[in-house]
């Protein structure tokens, strides 16, 4: 079976614009998936569908705005009514540096918002019909910070922890339904995100 027969013909990709999740929708375009994609910039996003539209031959649907917010969550679940939904990339993510307690107590619950309760609220709209059809995928970011406690990034570490463990559930209760999951770990990565200059909301701890 090909990578279109059994994640295609669509995938929905998450944090789509920059970096890593940027990247994704480079390859998974190069395997021939149309993308639905979502970001926080549209020009960006906008150029990266145009881009990997005339060069692979794909098609593409792009929604931006905040993936925590119920209106654009609804955009994405317009859009994939209408589709063959094969595969989901959860790439969005939220980190803040700083000693815990002296980090706002809102932008620990927003990590918590963008990294935790919007994937698993994507999860749990958009998997069901691959489960109905017997195939699919699910891709999650979790990091190295899951692995282990990480000062300074306490709330982000605590997400990327649960975002593994998750996964790896998940892979167990979809695996005899056909639907696979898996928990991608980066190490530090040059990406946006982590450069000094960043405009990008998503800074990334370097270890
Ligand atoms: N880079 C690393 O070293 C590293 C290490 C371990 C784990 N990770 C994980 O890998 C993932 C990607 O990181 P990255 O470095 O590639 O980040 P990035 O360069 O900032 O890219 C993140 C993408 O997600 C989008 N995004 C962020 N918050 C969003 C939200 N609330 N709603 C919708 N879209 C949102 C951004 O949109 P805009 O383009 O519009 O800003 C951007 O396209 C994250 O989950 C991160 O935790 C990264």
């Known amino acids: 079976?090909?990578?279109?027969?059994?994640?295609?013909?669509w995938a929905l990709v998450v944090g789509a614009a920059l970096g890593l999740g940027a990247e994704f929708c480079r390859q998974l375009a190069?395997?021939?998936?149309?993308?639905?994609?979502?970001?926080?910039e549209k020009d960006e996003l906008d150029t990266l569908a145009t881009d990997l539209a005339d060069?692979?031959?794909?098609?593409?649907?792009?929604?931006?705005?905040?993936?925590?917010?119920?209106?654009?969550?609804?955009?994405?679940?317009l859009l994939v009514d209408d589709i063959e939904l094969g595969l989901i990339v959860y790439n969005a993510g939220l980190s803040v540096c700083g000693m815990?307690?002296?980090?706002p107590l809102e932008r620990h619950l927003k990590t918590i918002d963008i990294n935790v309760t919007a994937m698993m609220t994507v999860l749990h709209r958009f998997v069901p019909p691959m489960i109905d059809r017997g195939r699919g995928g699910v891709i999650l970011l979790s990091s190295m910070s899951g692995l282990l406690g990480t000062p300074m990034y306490?709330?982000?570490?605590?997400?990327?922890a649960l975002t593994l463990n998750l996964a790896e559930s998940l892979w167990d209760e979809w695996r005899p339904h056909g639907v696979d999951v898996v928990a991608v770990v980066p190490g530090p990565t040059d990406t946006p995100a982590t450069a000094p200059t960043s405009r990008a909301r998503s800074a990334i701890p370097r270890r």
């Open 55 to 77: 060069r692979y031959g794909i098609r593409t649907h792009t929604v931006t705005g905040d993936i925590t917010a119920p209106e654009v969550l609804e955009s994405v679940a």
């Open 154 to 160: 306490a709330s982000y570490a605590g997400t990327k």
């Open 100 to 103: 815990w307690l002296d980090t």
């Open 1 to 9: 079976m090909s990578f279109p027969q059994r994640y295609g013909p």
């Open 30 to 40: 190069e395997r021939g998936l149309s993308l639905v994609m979502v970001a926080l």
